[in-house]
């Protein structure tokens, strides 16, 4: 079945460090592909989405490109704040089952020491 | 424009008590999700709801789980004779259609579950 897997967590870095987090999946046909962010107390919102091969999602300086070779939909950001603490989520929409029900990687908890 | 509402937002309840959670989506959604997030298991697909079409329940934990949504709006979650590994966050989600393309959901705030 489909399936997102994410790196483990949690990722501490210093403000203005560079970040990714990588994301990889496995699916049938050709997924659209998202990141959400939790922040603390707070719920999920989209971060980020693409949703064929090659697209590239970009929103706050965040940036992810679906690359359909290597099933991957890395999430990166040049410059990181102490505001971007947070939980990262990938998720897929799974096409096949008609619902678009989405499947979620485990999250990646990402700490910025200022 | 208002977002997805969820009611309660905590819950605390006795073991073997029944629950019902609320989920109110964006005006004009019509496909309305329900996810669990637990620390053991992650965000975890419940139950979806599109227009008047059949749900699809594939991914309630067991037949204890039920959830109906009236009028294509509203939607409530009950979880009858609840028990501790129910214990998580209840999210709602809403998404403009589906069928044909893939619009992102729209997450509420959720309610806290803990059974006691």
């Known amino acids: 079945g489909n399936s997102v897997t994410q790196m483990e967590g949690p990722v501490t870095l210093s403000e203005e460090a560079f970040l990714t987090i990588n994301c990889t999946y496995t699916a049938t046909g050709y997924p659209s592909l998202f990141w959400y962010v939790q922040y603390p107390g707070e719920g999920l919102q989209l971060l980020l989405k693409?949703?064929?091969?090659?697209d590239k999602g970009s929103n706050k300086g965040f940036e992810a490109t679906y690359r359909k070779e290597t099933t991957s939909f890395h999430l990166g950001k040049g410059s990181v704040q102490v505001s971007d603490s947070a939980v990262y989520f990938c998720?897929?929409?799974?096409?096949?089952?008609?619902?678009?029900?989405?499947?979620f990687g485990t999250g990646t908890r990402l700490k910025v020491l200022a | 424009g208002a977002g997805v509402s969820q009611s309660p937002s905590n819950k605390v309840t006795e073991k073997g008590k029944d629950v019902e959670l609320r989920c109110d989506p964006i005006s004009g959604h019509t496909a309305l999700y329900w996810y669990r997030q637990s620390l053991g298991q992650g965000l975890e697909f419940l139950i979806y709801?599109?227009?008047?079409?059949?749900?699809?329940k594939s991914g309630l934990p067991s037949d204890r789980f039920s959830a109906e949504r009236t009028g294509g709006s509203v939607s409530t979650l009950t979880i009858q004779r609840t028990q501790q590994e129910d214990s998580a966050v209840y999210l709602c989600?809403?998404?403009?259609?589906?069928?044909?393309?893939?619009?992102?959901?729209?997450f509420g705030p959720g309610t806290r579950l803990t059974v006691t």
């Open positions: 998720a897929l929409s799974d096409q096949g089952s008609g619902t678009y029900k989405y499947i």
């Open positions: 709801f599109q227009g008047n079409s059949a749900p699809d």
């Open positions: 693409a949703t064929k091969a090659d």
């Open positions: 989600a809403s998404s403009r259609l589906t069928s044909g393309a893939t619009y992102e959901q729209y």
